[in-house]
């Protein structure tokens, strides 16, 4: 429930910003009508805090009406993902320099699986200043439907006006499980939209599924040393953020497109608090996109110094991968963080994955255990990385790397 108190001052500044335009001036004094959903965007700038919202208890709520799995579709400039990251992995109908980010792909593959259980819809919420037949690439991946918010101020990014969008979204259609990527944008987006709609957010999730009908989401917990699983029962929607490169990718269905449901959201400027006066991109070793990467061959402790990660860095450039390490390894100074695969590092998916050294803390297995395939390298036979391994070979990695080194320049033409 909404109400405006007797301290309105009838300045205006309510109207213009309402997404639904559900807020009118009358008698000095603004009234709301039926058109409002409680998204908030009055409470924001109400300069006399005249406007207040009453949430219904969740003990209390009705969750019956609540329906459908919903991912939120990142866009990013074509510099910012940087080609291909697998196969079917990018967008075929990209336009203007900005594509959805790889893991939007992700989430929509696993949120497919839970639509099905569950005998609901999966849909893409996409905010955006201009729809390039984005909902070509989103049926392919699974989507039933897009919903479609086109306004300029959507080009660039902006915590108020973007959680304003889906908050709104949210208490209009009511789905049931909303999904991010645990990216920079989807870990401030998600809490925000969390925290207006009075619900909960599991972040940095690694598996996700359905258990009696309630959306069971799996986190490392205590420093990743334990998997913690995570319900809501008594708060809609269940919210969670995805790590990238957890997730697989389901085979593209291209021709199958989802349908588009446009949603005619006002969006006010005077909702931004915060206005980015200049950017400023640091430009990272070319050489390191773990993340994109379909070959990673991975050096730990047991590497010992940086005259030894060498054979690592040979051996990559004969299979065309990219040097990874473990978080050991990184900080004894022996590679820069950059490379570090982990739950603290990248989240890494590659075709394959070689690791030399590395006893395979739960930290590290986590963000590498979702690759194709895993050949592990270690003097210790009971080492936890042999667990995750296809292939494992125990023995001296200084004595391997090098064999194998020479083995595949034989095999050079």
């Not at 594509?99 to 893409?124: H, M, N, Y």
């Not at 593209?252 to 959201?265: L, M, N, S």
């Not at 991975?298 to 940086?306: H, I, L, P």
């Not at 690592?312 to 390894?329: D, H, P, Y």
């Amino acid at each position: 429930m909404i109400n405006v108190s007797p301290k309105c001052i009838g300045c205006n500044k309510c109207v213009p910003v309402c997404p639904f335009a559900a807020i009118q001036l009358i008698d000095k004094k603004a009234v709301i009508n039926e058109a409002c959903t409680l998204c908030g965007a009055c409470v924001q700038v109400c300069p006399v805090q005249a406007i207040e919202i009453s949430r219904e208890e969740t003990a209390t709520r009705d969750l019956g009406g609540y329906k459908g799995v919903w991912v939120f579709v990142e866009l990013v400039e074509d510099r910012a993902v940087g080609g291909a990251a697998k196969e079917g992995g990018q967008p075929a109908h990209a336009k203007q320099g900005r594509k959805i980010r790889p893991v939007t792909f992700e989430l929509l593959s696993i949120g497919r699986k839970l639509a099905d259980q569950l005998g609901e819809e999966l849909c893409a919420v996409l905010l955006t200043d201009k729809n390039y037949g984005y909902e070509k690439d989103l049926g392919a991946y699974g989507a039933d439907k897009v919903y479609l918010v086109e306004n300029p101020e959507l080009y660039e990014y902006n915590t108020d006006i973007f959680s304003t969008a889906i908050v709104a979204l949210t208490h209009k259609h009511k789905p049931s499980i909303m999904l991010y990527g645990a990216t920079i944008m989807g870990r401030d987006l998600a809490p925000r939209v969390a925290s207006s709609l009075y619900t909960g957010l599991t972040a940095d999730c690694t598996a996700l599924a359905i258990k009696d009908g309630q959306l069971l989401q799996s986190r490392p917990a205590f420093g990743g040393n334990i998997m913690a699983d995570i319900l809501s029962p008594r708060s809609r929607p269940q919210m969670s953020t995805v790590r990238p490169n957890v997730m697989k990718l389901s085979d593209p269905i291209y021709g199958k497109i989802a349908v588009t449901v446009r949603e005619d959201i006002k969006i006010d400027k005077g909702l931004r608090r915060v206005k980015v006066l200049e950017r400023k991109l640091e430009k990272a070793d070319a050489g390191v996109k773990l993340d994109e990467a379909r070959v990673i061959v991975s050096g730990g402790r047991g590497m010992k110094t940086k005259e030894r990660f060498k054979h690592l860095e040979e051996l990559c450039r004969l299979l065309g991968g990219v040097v990874g390490a473990s978080r050991g390894a990184v900080d004894m100074g022996l590679k820069d963080k950059t490379h570090q695969v982990g739950q603290s590092g990248t989240t890494v998916s590659p075709k394959l994955y070689l690791s030399f050294g590395i006893s395979g803390a739960v930290q590290h297995i986590v963000g590498m255990k979702a690759s194709d395939v895993i050949v592990a390298v270690n003097n210790d036979p009971d080492a936890p990385i042999f667990n995750v391994a296809k292939y494992g070979i125990v023995g001296d990695a200084h004595e391997i790397a090098p064999k194998l080194i020479e083995a595949l320049k034989k095999r050079k033409p």
